[in-house]
């Protein structure tokens, strides 16, 4: 009943909010997703986006077919692996910034290794600079981390606000340096937070310093500092910094997937890579979303 081709492409839409990106995402003309969404939009018989010419937003029932899309297309794409008799083999070396942690990505890498049981999926968690040294340097065939806004390299999987945030009890002194807890350089996060900040002239010191984003949750749910982090994936125990701090805006940060493309890699590396990022894009709403439930 619903063509997979569109289904894939409602994914795109429903996942940057954007024609363009999608189509960017897709490979297509602008205008060709404009048809495929309006073609489901017809076999359903109802609205999925509402849209307008600065904004595109899911509606109600659109939110309902973000489930039954990643559904139909998921058993499309093992009833095809199993009569076409393809199995996917190999070492698949897997690169994710530790703000995946947090989200539903276990629930997509599940899935994978249940639909893929001969891949030897290796996982490496690390900030998001470091993964992005280790792919060029041909040690990673994947990466699922950030990169400024504004950088063209990477395929686009999810764009978030960063703001502050810190301990619900936490007041910031106007006349002392702002206590910061970052993670150490590469830092992506580190380089927006410290580059913001002294554009707005305002003094800073490092109250903490750490490679995990544990440790870095622990020291602000400690009352030690703020922290630069991505709006929808706020920890437990942690709240947005009051504007009246004053603390200069952070602006946007990308998620991006990074394909490796060396010669001698792995068998099958490729191959396996390519149906990794493809269940990463069609589950690219579940990134954005915390991995347990949140207290009301």
């Known amino acids: 009943m619903y063509d997979p081709a569109q289904l894939r492409t409602f994914l795109a839409v429903a996942q940057t909010l954007s024609f363009t990106q999608a189509a960017r ?9 404009s048809q495929h969404v309006r073609r489901l939009e017809e076999a359903t018989g109802r609205t999925l986006f509402t849209r307008d010419t600065h904004s595109v937003e899911l509606t109600e029932d659109g939110e309902a077919m973000l489930g039954f899309a990643r559904t139909i297309l998921q058993a499309h794409e093992r009833a095809s692996a199993f009569f076409t008799g393809k199995r996917l083999r190999g070492r698949l070396r897997f690169g994710v910034s530790e703000d995946f942690v947090l989200t539903r990505l276990p629930e997509i890498l599940g899935a994978f290794r249940r639909d893929h049981p001969e891949v030897d999926l290796e996982l490496s968690v690390e900030l998001s600079g ?89 020291a602000a749910q400690a009352g030690l500092g703020v ?32 394909h490796g493309r060396r010669p001698g890699a792995a068998p099958g590396a490729q191959e396996a890579a390519d149906a990794l990022a493809a269940s990463i894009l069609a589950g690219g709403d579940r990134l954005h979303r915390p991995a347990g439930p949140r207290p009301r």
């Open 25 to 33: 995402r897709l490979g297509l003309r602008q205008s060709t997703v």
């Open 130 to 218: 470091t993964l992005h040294k280790r792919l060029e340097a041909g040690r990673l065939d994947l990466v699922l981390a950030k990169r400024r806004t504004g950088d063209t390299h990477g395929e686009l999987v999810w764009q978030s606000t960063l703001t502050w945030i810190g301990a619900p009890e936490l007041r910031l002194d106007p006349d002392r340096p702002v206590p910061l807890i970052v993670f150490p350089p590469p830092g992506i996060t580190r380089a927006r937070a410290l580059e913001a900040l002294e554009a707005d002239g305002r003094a800073w010191r490092i109250a903490c310093t750490s490679t995990s984003l544990s440790g870095l949750i622990a």
């Open 227 to 258: 922290m630069a982090h991505t709006r929808g994936l706020i920890p437990l125990g942690l709240v947005p910094v009051p504007a009246r701090a004053g603390l200069p805006e952070l602006g946007d940060v990308d998620f991006v997937l990074l």
